[in-house]
C-alpha cells in the first residue's frame, strides 16, 4: 500500500482499477463516522477533514513468495509411514490444479491434518505458494483467506484510520487465487462441502487439498476422494512404543499389543494414550486398566504440553454437534451392542424408513459410522464415549451429547430393541439364523451393563437367549445368562414372582445338563417347594417343577425317588390335564425312560409303545414329540435286543425326521446317530461307519465341532471304528 498527500477531496464518483474487492471512502464527520461508497481500495490519507484511499495492486499483478505458513510446524512431528496414502495423493495431485478430499474413516483423529501437512511439506518446491487455512467454519475460512491476502500483500494489514474489512481481504485473495497458478492451499477439516464449493469451483489453476470428516456431497465440486483409515497394528504399536520411550528407554511396555487394539489403533487416540503413559511413568497395561474404568474421562485427558483441544472426546463432541437430534440418539443406543454386523433393522422402530435412512446418512457421512446395505458398523472408541455419562452441567462445561438422563434412555431402547428383534420360540430352527446375528450384540449389552440396572426387558432377553444357547450346547454361557436373569428377577420381582420361578426352574435345568447335579436339585427342589406354595398343588407350573425333579433323580441314578415322583405326576397330570394333553403324554414318555434305566424293559417297552400310540393319535406323526417318542421306543427295542424292530423303527424315524424337521435338526441329527448304533449292534459295521461319518459332518456343520450331540457322535464313530 502506498500512503500519500491529495491536495483535494476525492471524486465521490471515482472507481477503482482492482475489480477483485469491494472499496471504501472514508469523510471525516464529527466524530469519524465512516461511510461506504465509491469503489476505490486503499488506505486513507488525511488532507484537511477528509480522507481518501488509495487502491491497492491489481491481484493478478501480485507475485508470490515461496511460503510454508507456521501452522504447519504443529504436524511435522511424530509421523507414522503412510507410504500407501501419500502415494494416493501423490496420483491425486498429478495434475496442473484440482481438488483433492481426505475422508477420515471413523471417530475423528485419524491423522488426516498430518498427512496433507507432510505432503505439503514434501511437495514444498513444486508449488509457488503454499497456504494452510483451517476451514471448519465459514467464517474461519474467511480469516485464512484475509490472512493470505496480508501475506501477499503486508500494507493490507497495517493499522491504518480505516482498516481493510476482513472480508475485502478474503475476496481480493479469492481473485488472485483465481488469476494464477502452482500454488497449493490446504482447506483444513472442512463440515460442509459447500462452505467451500465457491472457492474451489472459481479457483482452478491451482491445487486444493482438503481434509473433512465429512465423505459425503464432495462429487459436485470433481474432487478426488481419499479415504484414511486407522492404523495397522503394526504401525500403532511402532507409534506407541516411539513416545513412551522417548527418553525412556527402560519404559515398561507390557500391554502394548492389547492397548492398540482396545484404541481401535486410532493415531490420535495412541499417541494421547502414549503422551498420557510417558507423562505419569505408566504402562500400557495400566492405562487401560483406567481406561476400562472410566473411558470418557481418560479420553478427555491430555498430557501436560499437549494441545487440550485435540483429545478424542472433544473431537467427538464437535463432531456430533453438526448432527441431529435422531442421528445422536442413533449412536448412544448403537453403543451398547457389538461394534461390527449390527443390522439396520434393529432401528426400525425408532423412526419412519425415510427419517432413519437420513439419520443413519448423517452418521456415515461424519464416518462416525460405516454403513453397508444390511448392517451397521461402529468404531469402539465412539461407542466407548457414547455410552459414557458426563456429569457435569453445560455451566461445568459438561458434554451436552452424554448427559446421564439420554445414555440411560438409550441403553433402555438397545435393550428392548434386541427383545423385539428377537425369535419367539428359541427351540424353532427357523429363528436360529436370528439368534446367531443378535446373540453378539445381546452378549455386548450384558457386558456393558450390570445386573443392577436390569429390567423385566432385559430378564426375558438373557432368559431366551440361554435357551437358545442351550440348545446349541453353549452351555457355561447359557448357565451364565440363566444366573443373571434369576438374580435381576429376584431383585425386581421377589422370590414368589412367576417370572422368577421360571427363571430359576431354566437356571436348574441347565445345571442339569451340564453335570452340576449338586447345584442343579437343590434348586429344583427349592422351585418345587415355592410354586406348590404360592401357585398350589395342581397347578400346571407346579407340575412342571415336579416333573423336572423327578428326571434330575433320574440323572442322579436315585431311580425309586425318579420313578415315584414320575408316577405320582403322571396320576396328577391325568387328572389335572386329561389324559391326551400334551404334558400327560410327556409324563408317561419320561416315566417309560425311567422304567427302561432301571432295567425293567418290559414296562418300559409297553409304555412307550401305548405312548407313542397316543402321540400319534392326538398329534399325527409330523410333531416333534410324536417323533421323540418312536425315537425312544426304537432304543427300547435296541436295549432289549429286538434289532430287527429296532433298525425298522429308526429307519422309519429318521425318514420322518428329515422330511418333517430338515436335515440338520437336532433331532434328525440324533435319529441319525441312533441308526448307526442300530446298524453297529446288528454287526453291520459298514453301514454304521458311513452313517455315522455323515452325522458327524452334519453335525460339525450346523450345530459346531463342540456342541454335545457333535461329541456324542464323533465318540461313537471313534468306537464303531474301533
Known sequence: MIWRRNRRPPDREAASEDAGLPSWRVEAAGAGAIAAGGDVIGSPTHVGDVYQAVPLPRAEEVDPPPWA??????YTGLFVRRGGKLAELDSALRGPG??????????GGVGKSTLAAHWAHRHAAEHTLTWWITADTPANLTEGLAGLAGMLVPDMTRTTPVAVPVEDRAAWARRWLATHTGWLVVLDNVAHPADVAGLVTGAPRGRFLITSRLREGWHDLGAALIELDVL????????????????????DLTGTAALCAELGYLPLAVKQAGAFIRQTRLSPDDYLELLRADPALIYDQAARGSDAEQTIARIWRLTLDNLTPLARELLRVLAWWAPQDIPRTLLTPLADPATLAAALGDLAAYSMIT??????????????????PDPRTPEQNGDPHRRPADIHTACHAATDLLSRARPTNPYDLAGWP??????PHVDALTQR????????????LLDHAAIFLQVQGALARAISYFERAFISDQRLHGLDHPDTLISGNNLALAYQEAGELDRAIPLHETTLADRERVLGSDHPDTLIARNNLANA???????DRAIALHETTLADRERVLGDDHRHTLLSRNNLANAYQDAGDLRRAIALHEATLADYERVLGGNYAETLTSRNNLARAYQEAGDLRRATTLHEANLADCERVLGGDHPCTLLSRNNLAAAYRMAGDSGRAISLCEAALNDCERALGSDHPLTKLVRANLEGVRR
Open 69 to 74: 505458513p507456521p501452522q504447519l510446524s504443529s
Open 98 to 107: 484440482g481438488a483433492v478430499v481426505q475422508a477420515v474413516h471413523g471417530l
Open 232 to 251: 495397522r497394528p503394526p504401525e500403532a504399536h511402532e507409534l506407541l512404543t516411539e513416545i513412551v520411550t522417548t527418553d525412556r528407554a527402560d519404559a
Open 371 to 388: 454403513l453397508n446395505t444390511e448392517t451397521i458398523t461402529v468404531h469402539r472408541l465412539v461407542q466407548a464415549i457414547a455410552r459414557t
Open 434 to 439: 436370528t439368534w446367531r446375528t443378535l446373540l
Open 449 to 460: 451393563t450390570t445386573p443392577d440396572s436390569d429390567t423385566p426387558t432385559t430378564s426375558r
Open 553 to 559: 433323580y433320574q440323572d442322579a441314578g436315585d431311580l
